[in-house]
């Protein structure tokens, strides 16, 4: 129900002559006040600022997620007193302290889905004690109130006067994933990453709940598959927690989409259904075979048995529960890294082979008795893109309608992209070379000869399969329409950066995803480029590393790009010249 | 003074029984029950327990620091519970509860320096109430404490029983370098660190204090070097903060080693005297510039001005200041990276250069006016190789007499070893090949373009100058001795990991650190070998796994190595197939 409150007052007639091409948009000023990703339009000519009220209030109409995000920043902007590494040069032209921050929305009734609207406009003028934030959505409201928050600082405060942005993503789906399986994170990591993806503007957690190493998720229906799956009693979800998350997700404008990998990646399903699942639990590369005829990806062996009818009953039980627990209309189907060795392994299978069946028709039965059931679901369904382009095993189009799919890219860079998209299906960009945040710490793999070669000896990139180590800037400046043209552009609904979990857990998920999730979280929401069509990745170092401490005084703990001289003496810690 | 307490109690005639050749050691046998570092012999032939009383004590004599670390490992014994990941298959063969550790010390008045003997014994006998534990020093003591501790575990409290350990270090240096002016870190996570050094039987905590970036050191008669030159008021270390850190040493046997770095890298003391310190505040590498024309390694110039009599004056200040506040009779004196261009850009050098001074000899001047005074100091200086391997600026060695000079590697792996030794110099081995901790996570610096190149473009090593990441594995099987004869193997005095903090700060300190530098610590303690010789990396994954668990239990955010599932399934995640 939209609710015109403070609609009226709104300076539109401003913000339209404001926007209009003859303003040059301001870049580099200020940059300690600045927000995180850069809007669109931001539009602050002579940088000045007011007070902020100690009894500063946010007015809006109710709903049930952004009043309470509403509350949250409220407290946020009152008690951050968010101190700028390099003191603003910022003209303190009013003395008229800012009160009121009037929230208008056009449609309060638009649920938080694919492709809602997250535009909005905020205005501080430079005169009286009321800004305005106008948003079509509660949810562009929250991205809203997040840049408000960013240009509140000091003690006392001070906000950006003068001040006006007009704000839209570039790209619909923004979104990080996390393998919960490999190893647990608890409720408390989870909500902190979803807290910090709010700040950044992310609008998808893509939770990979379940792999072959453990199976964390409990459901009402099959509660052994946690029961015996899990890694014990205290790294479990249950579906307590399942909703705590999704509603701290609302409250923040991030939707939680859930992945139960399968058909592959499903060993632990085994410690309660072992008769469903192929090849579990055997070493994963036999002595002496070659890596085509390994079990598995790595080590963690066991893949569902299409051609057991009860592989089906316990798929539908589990997918019940989920649309039931996750209120998301995406689903993640998995479908990654199906190994032909450990289907070859299960003695059902071999029969079906000896019948002249394949294991691409294999992975048919498998879809067709899936698919369409997630479907009737509701759901649109994501999968990895192996189903379609894996080498091996991958099932014909036909099977997969491009209106209820989308496919997520891993591998091969924008090659893969433009594979998917020139199919007619939509993708989600997470190209391991780019965007997959554990490369470069090696590789986990016991009884590793490859790290005791003689010193002098060649250490490439390290010995993880995706290394090196992908920098911030190796994130920022990928593009993730590359090659493609306008109309395949189209189908590209956004990214999402990826953190596997093989050396991986509480220890190290802050410092593992920030700030390098905030360079693709600029680089989807108002790109990479500045006005020029310059990638502006020297200018937004600055930036990314004032951002990076304010995340860190708001209890994340994303590691550190630069000496904290560099950010105190600007432009110093460049390189003006090629290496 | 020696006092022989329970000394005839201990029972020297079954070690010696059990330590002779004819007894196997006993290596992969119940490793969710191990000691790490591996200690030298470990015997425990029928993994064995009792029960620990809940009114355990630690009998010993008064000294200043073993009696606090007593008092340390009887709580945390008492309190850890620690829960192997793997439940040891061990028999609880007795009911008797073990009431006593029994400690003696030979000599307890012997201080904490260099070469101070670490061995210990310890036994815990099948009968009876009492283990023991001799040493000849306090600190070999305190590794003893350490080992029980870990072989303790349960709820209700187990130890090992019916084991025999005899241990000693290979190598009397096993140091961690910190640097703490690029980025600050607090006295808690320094404190912190010195903890987790001791829980890994690690001696040397080399504090690499000031920098280019910042001085956050409080020095009394130079007050102004902080004052001016730290990052602010919080990010000080007062004389105080220093006695609590080297106390804190103390008492888990780990000497600090303080460095502050000159002539080169001393940017930050032009905040409080410009007059001495060539090249200050300059843009790092100025735009066409031939690498070769650069003036520091990297941003933040800055190098002291040999020719100026103050620099003394003010040198002379710290080290005195320094003598009085670390006990440690090693001083490192820095001495790397001297930057022709930063000298060659001070009139009073240029000058001296005109006049056919050449740069190795202001660094011999620098040298003579500074090594005498700091010997004086009864201190033994440690330098970076760079003071005599140096490419372009170096001393005669005779300035640097081997008696009272030791030389830290980091350039070239082994090669700089050789030449050191071969020299009849002591080495330090922090091969930035193997040993530097921040390599593998691209480059700091800003407005960097390597990062922007088109997809499917090589990403090499990442673009840090020391990448790729060392893992844990690279560490281990660093030999630091390779290709020495055994005369100049007994030069090496031991090795230290290195952490550069342009990356790096509180956020990432321990997972940065551990469980890689466990790695270190093994390998420098009781080697990388087992008894056929062969590297033991295998056999360390499991053990190491195990280790990095308890160390998060204790409160060091460590890094995971491996899926969780790996420790559970010990050998599934092996890889026994080169890759």
């Not at 992310?202 to 029961?227: C, K, Q, R």
């Not at 059931?373 to 095993?393: K, P």
């Not at 002098?456 to 329409?481: A, E, L, V």
């Amino acid at each position: 129900m939209a609710t015109p409150t403070s609609c009226l007052s709104f300076p539109l007639l401003i913000l339209s002559l404001l926007f209009s091409s003859t303003f040059d948009q301001i870049s580099a000023v200020g940059f300690p006040i600045n927000v995180w990703p850069k809007p669109t339009t931001f539009f602050w000519s002579h940088p000045q600022a007011k007070p902020l009220s100690p009894i500063f209030t946010i007015a809006t109409p109710y709903h049930q997620y952004l009043t309470p995000a509403i509350e949250r920043y409220r407290r946020q902007v009152l008690n951050e007193h968010h101190k700028p590494l390099v003191s603003p040069s910022v003209n303190l032209t009013s003395t008229t302290p800012l009160q009121t921050l009037t929230v208008s929305v056009t449609d309060l009734t638009t649920p938080l889905t694919h492709g809602v609207n997250e535009s909005y406009a905020l205005s501080i003028p430079a005169v009286g004690s009321t800004a305005y934030l106008k948003a079509e959505t509660a949810w562009g409201a929250m991205r809203g109130l997040e840049s408000f928050s960013q240009l509140v600082w000091g003690d006392p405060l001070r906000v950006a006067s003068e001040l006006y942005i007009y704000d839209s993503p570039l790209f619909e789906h923004r979104g990080v994933m996390l393998d919960t399986s490999r190893n647990f994170y608890g409720v408390s990591d989870l909500l902190r990453l979803i807290n910090a993806m709010g700040m950044n503007k992310l609008n998808v957690f893509h939770w990979h709940i379940t792999d072959s190493h453990s199976f964390p998720l409990v459901l009402p229906s099959e509660p052994d598959l946690a029961g015996k799956g899990s890694y014990g009693e205290e790294m479990k979800y249950s579906p307590e927690d399942v909703q705590r998350v999704v509603e701290f997700g609302l409250e923040r404008g991030v939707r939680v989409l859930p992945e139960v990998d399968m058909p592959a990646h499903t060993g632990s399903w085994a410690e309660a259904y072992p008769e469903i699942v192929a090849c579990a639990n055997m070493f994963w590369w036999p002595a002496g075979s070659a890596w085509a005829d390994r079990l598995a990806s790595e080590p963690g062996t066991g893949q569902l048995n299409p051609l057991n009818a009860k592989t089906y009953e316990i798929i539908k039980n589990i997918l019940r529960d989920i649309t039931t627990m996750f209120p998301e209309p995406f689903y993640h189907g998995g479908a990654d890294e199906i190994i032909p060795g450990c289907w070859k392994a299960n003695p059902s299978i071999q029969a079906f082979m000896d019948d002249n069946g394949t294991l691409s028709q294999l992975l048919e039965i498998f879809v067709n008795s899936t698919f369409p059931y997630i479907v009737s679901l509701n759901r649109t369904v994501v999968y990895w893109e192996d189903v379609l382009l894996d080498a091996e095993i991958k099932v014909n189009p036909s099977f997969l309608p491009p209106e209820n799919t989308i496919l997520q890219t891993w591998n091969n860079g924008p090659n893969n992209t433009k594979k998917i998209v020139s199919s007619g299906y939509r993708a989600i960009v997470s190209s391991s070379d780019f965007y997959y945040l554990d490369c470069g710490h090696g590789d986990f793999l016991g009884n590793d000869s490859q790290y005791n070669q003689p010193p002098g000896s060649d250490q490439g990139n390290g010995g993880s399969w995706c290394g090196p180590f992908k920098t911030w800037q190796t994130i920022y400046n990928y593009d993730i329409t590359y090659g493609l043209s306008e109309e395949e552009a189209k189908l590209v609904l956004g990214g999402e950066v990826a953190l596997w979990s093989e050396q991986a857990d509480s220890t190290v998920l802050d410092p593992r995803i920030w700030p390098r999730t905030s360079a693709m979280a600029e680089a989807l929401w108002s790109g990479n480029r500045d006005e020029t069509g310059m990638k502006r990745y020297a200018e937004a170092t600055d930036r990314l590393n004032e951002w990076r401490y304010r995340m860190v005084t708001r209890g994340i703990a994303a590691e550190p790009i630069q000496p904290l001289w560099c950010i105190r003496n600007p432009g110093m810690c460049n390189t003006v010249n090629p290496f």
